[in-house]
């Protein structure tokens, strides 16, 4: 899921931006900043990767490649990779924030934006499609809200910005207090 791939980087930024108070003053793995941040990730992330790899692994490849022809375990790496994502942008931010780059950091996340667009563009025809690989590569793909997959799909856009945006308030808040003391 390489739109799933550039949002969950992006996240971690965005926590990392929510929470330069409490990462400038004690670092990227202080609490409650960064367990906060990989709840997130574990809590979210993973599962809905899970979810979309196991149950449908075509779309989630976006058809690009034929899931029949992967073996089963595969989706275990590929949930971690998810939850990794949100880590590394976390991690990639922190270490910019605490070099006092904030700047870089904007620059980042708008250049994941405009990866994000990109790719929502591209793969657009793909995103809107559910079926089998098969189905897809015999143009007999349904409109994705035409099956349960488009539900799923948005069921797991609002649990991610639901969490998202609980988590960001929860760092800003944080990052007051640290600032205020």
Do not use: C
């Not at 969950?8 to 929470?19: K, Q, R, T």
């Not at 910019?96 to 563009?121: M, N, P, Q, S």
């Amino acid at each position: 899921m390489l739109f799933a791939a550039i949002a969950n980087v992006a996240i971690g930024m965005a926590f990392a931006l929510a929470a330069k108070d409490r990462i400038r003053a004690d670092g990227p793995f202080a609490t409650p900043a960064f367990p906060l941040a990989m709840l997130h990730a574990a809590g979210v992330v993973a599962p809905v990767a899970l979810y979309f790899y196991a149950v449908h692994p075509s779309w989630a490849w976006h058809y690009l490649l034929d899931p029949a022809r992967l073996p089963g375990i595969a989706v275990v790496p590929l949930t971690v990779a998810h939850a990794t994502l949100v880590f590394a942008g976390w991690y990639g931010a922190a270490w910019l924030i605490r070099a006092d780059r904030k700047r870089a950091v904007l620059y980042a996340l708008g250049g994941l934006g405009v990866a994000f667009l990109v790719t929502a563009l591209v793969l657009s025809r793909r995103l809107g499609t559910g079926g089998t690989y098969a189905e897809f590569q015999a143009g007999r793909g349904l409109d994705l809200l035409d099956v349960k997959l488009g539900y799923a799909v948005i069921v797991s856009f609002m649990a991610t910005a639901a969490s998202a945006g609980y988590i960001a308030v929860e760092l800003v808040r944080d990052s007051r207090r640290v600032r205020s003391r």
